[in-house]
């Protein structure tokens, strides 16, 4: 790496040393959702598109567009590695054509400038199950060069910072500990750091061992030789969705089934957790197939009021006949502890409760506020993409593309609530 203002820190790493050395470190679903996309759509064209949805936060003036190009230009450098498939034939999920497939990836370039509103705007594009690599790593790259801007490198305030935030997440653990609570770390994609989400994470394992369950960065659960684990993302559906609308709006409408249908015909039992919300999770519990019910493990909750959600969900498997408490609820939007206990106690006895807990564990420190990022599918197939969401603040789209979903769907959703994180 140049000389271009970062120093060697305990927080930050070494100055010579790219944020993104591996790509393993991605999230599980990014491997799970490589497999599905080469299986069913290999040469697919999509492109995805960051989004900086806390628009007080201008990243532009705080990230340095030099050390940005700098390293992304530096994960374009890697490989999946032998080490890597090596690592992920453990796992008995994946086939040799698949390895010797992404064996070949080469990452595209990503395209990147500064908005006159000062935010940045990145794009990437490619074929499908290659660039969909790229989303956690923007993510985790962008997060740490805000981070890196906002506390510096001064080795006295970076120990206040690190202070601060095992002190806050020693809190948290003694209460969690003596709760039944169980979590999966998802805390990647807006992680202060990556040696501080490896930090936490190791102090997590030895201060609530029986809370925490699995992680979802792929790079750091080999590193600490613990369980991964990941569900997929609205990219799927929203990708199948805008194929499907060449042929008919109501194969598009389906689609959303039959990510589903493919999804488990390729994992098993305890990696199909299904994802509602894409196109609103009302219309999707009303016409979802009973086979894909009693096939799928639960659901994950992203968006929207969590309760509502839940009881939907609830009512679902009761509609049908299948015992809700055979079943998972798992959360992840937004989690804080106060949130996971509201939810944990409302819920229990009623459903098997599990938690994705992200930002507020991996970007609590006292000392910045966490912003809300993401990178979504924005195109697929030609065709524009779109995720309605739960909450409207979390749609992403072009507003025609996002009013024809919204008819096809029967989409009637009004709530709106500030992403927090």
């Known amino acids: 790496m140049k000389n271009n203002g970062k120093k060697d820190s305990i927080l930050f790493g070494k100055r010579d040393e790219p944020i993104i050395t591996t790509l393993l470190e991605v999230d599980t679903y990014k491997f799970l959702m490589m497999y599905f996309i080469w299986t069913y759509v290999p040469s697919m064209l999509v492109a995805f598109a960051f989004t900086n949805r806390t628009v007080s936060v201008k990243l532009g003036q705080h990230v340095s567009l030099s050390r940005l190009k700098e390293e992304l230009s530096a994960v374009r450098t890697l490989k999946i590695t032998e080490r890597i498939i090596t690592y992920l034939r453990t796992k008995n999920l994946f086939s040799e054509e698949f390895f010797s497939a992404i064996r070949k990836i080469q990452l595209s370039e990503p395209e990147i400038a500064k908005k006159a509103d ?3 705007e990145i794009t990437v594009r490619g074929i499908w199950y290659q660039v969909t690599l790229w989303e956690t790593i923007i993510l985790a790259i962008v997060n740490q060069l805000y981070a890196e801007s906002m506390i510096g490198y001064d080795a006295d305030f970076q120990k206040q910072v690190i202070n601060e935030g095992e002190k806050r997440l020693r809190e948290k653990a003694m209460i969690l500990r003596e709760t039944p609570i169980k979590f999966l770390q998802f805390g990647l994609r807006r992680r202060l750091s990556g040696y501080w989400e ?50 008919s709006p109501e194969k598009a409408r389906y689609a959303q089934y039959e990510v589903l249908e493919k999804w488990q015909k390729l994992f098993p039992y305890n990696f199909r957790v299904m994802l509602p919300d894409t196109f609103g999770s009302q219309q999707f519990f009303e016409g979802l197939p009973q086979a894909i019910a009693q096939n799928f493990r639960g659901a994950r ?20 006949g299948i015992d809700p408490k055979t079943k998972d609820l798992l959360f992840s939007d937004g989690l804080d502890v106060p949130e996971m206990l509201r939810l944990q106690a409302y819920f229990s006895g009623l459903i098997k409760v599990l938690f994705g807990w992200g930002t507020n564990f991996s970007n609590d420190t006292g000392y910045l506020e966490a912003i809300s990022i993401v990178m979504k599918l924005v195109r697929a197939a030609g065709n524009p993409a779109v995720k309605l969401s739960d909450n409207l603040a979390k749609a992403i789209g072009e507003k025609e593309s996002i009013l024809r979903a ?12 500030k992403c927090v994180y």
């Open 198 to 247: 490896k930090h936490v994470t190791e102090m997590a394992y030895e201060l609530m061992p029986q809370n925490i369950v699995a992680v979802s960065n792929v790079a750091l659960a080999q590193d600490l030789g613990v369980s991964w684990g990941g569900t997929n993302a609205h990219e799927l559906y929203s990708g199948f969705y805008a194929l499907r609308l060449k042929e």
């Open 301 to 320: 909750q992203d968006s929207g009021d969590p309760v509502v959600f839940g009881k939907m969900l609830i009512e679902m498997y009761a509609r049908i």
């Open 118 to 120: 000062g935010q940045f």
């Open 406 to 417: 919204k008819d096809i769907f029967g989409y009637k959703n009004v709530f709106t609530q």
